[in-house]
């Protein structure tokens, strides 16, 4: 079992910046990829980003590339999402997730999930 506890999301103005931060329970975080997804209002859960157990490999979605960045600390059971030039399209609440397969961007590859954290970005 794995819990996921997010924290780091607020208020921000467009263009700036902010770090979530994902906290995991339990012994196995490091055999575990995870993943950041988002759910807008009214909107389906998109996949934001993943890391592989190891963290030597990430993957994003086209529209955060370049401007988020995700890491993870498996000394700390933590994972990232270091946020820059945030727009208001990013606004949503933000779900970090553990699984096995890191590349099923549809979240069917993740077994657990956080209960999310709200970014909100301003025009």
């Known amino acids: 079992q794995v819990q996921l506890v997010e924290s780091g999301g607020g208020l921000v103005q467009a263009g700036g910046s902010l770090r979530l931060s994902c906290a995991a329970s339990g012994r196995t975080f490091s055999s575990y990829a995870m993943g950041w997804f988002r759910q807008a209002p009214g909107k389906e859960r998109e996949f934001v980003s993943s890391?592989?157990?190891?963290?030597?490999?990430?993957y994003y979605a086209d529209s955060v590339k370049g401007r988020f960045t995700i890491s993870r600390d498996n000394a700390k059971n933590t994972v990232y999402l270091q946020m820059n030039s945030l727009k208001p399209e990013d606004t949503a609440v933000y779900y970090c997730?553990?699984?096995?397969?890191?590349?099923?961007?549809?979240?069917?590859?993740?077994?657990?999930w956080g209960q999310g954290t709200q970014v909100t970005v301003s025009s």
């Open positions: 890391i592989v157990w190891s963290g030597h490999m990430t």
């Open positions: 997730a553990a699984g096995t397969r890191w590349l099923r961007t549809d979240g069917s590859g993740y077994d657990y």
